[in-house]
């Protein structure tokens, strides 16, 4: 199966285990096994079809064991050991909450486009993006569920910069970024402005780790 002939809905390994509730050597296997349908970019990474994870998560919720499906989360930021340390972090605050992250731009849009998480962080400063005109189009996009989006600013320049160009529904935090401080906000906005929860998903026995 090549990339021209499918969905462009898909989403990594690790966030079809994180899903469907497995670890990520039993989402390979089932790619292996043909349970889960993938494909790889030419760098070498496996992309799943979301609509493959959708159909188990089916078979999973006809078997009758229910499991909550995690918000999602996506970082959008230059600096990697800050990328890593805010993701790290963030994933231990929020255990409700799948938290990915990318310093590619464009990688950053099409996770977008895949995961449709529920909040999206991105970097003022991060190259190749117009986080302005990002966040105008993230939040003025008719969707079913809101969306969270934050902006990180560095100094007083960059946060009045930002203060006149972003719609007034976007969350500005300084850098550094205090872990807890944005954990409370997120929180805030999963409970009383975003949806309380995703639909529940299925968790075959075998799949408990």
Known sequence: MT???ISTQTCSTRD???LL???????????????????KTPGGHRRILVESVDRLLLEQRC??????????????????AERNALQGLLGKLLPDCLVTSTSCPCDGLLRVGEMA????VVDWRVGGLDAGRIAHALLGRVRRQPMLVVVLVESDREREEAQERLPGA???????VDGDGLAAIVRTFLG??????RPSATRRPEAVQ
């Open 117 to 120: 998480p529920e909040i999206f």
């Open 16 to 18: 079809a285990a994180h």
């Open 21 to 39: 509730g497995i670890s990520v050597r039993t989402a390979q296997l089932w790619v292996e096994e043909g349970r889960l349908q993938a494909w």
């Open 170 to 176: 976007a969350v500005l935090v300084d850098v550094p």
């Open 3 to 5: 990339a021209e002939t």
């Open 192 to 197: 009383i402005g975003g949806r309380r929860r």
């Open 63 to 80: 078997a009758g064991i229910h499991t909550a499906v995690p918000f999602g989360m996506l970082l959008v930021m230059d600096d990697e």
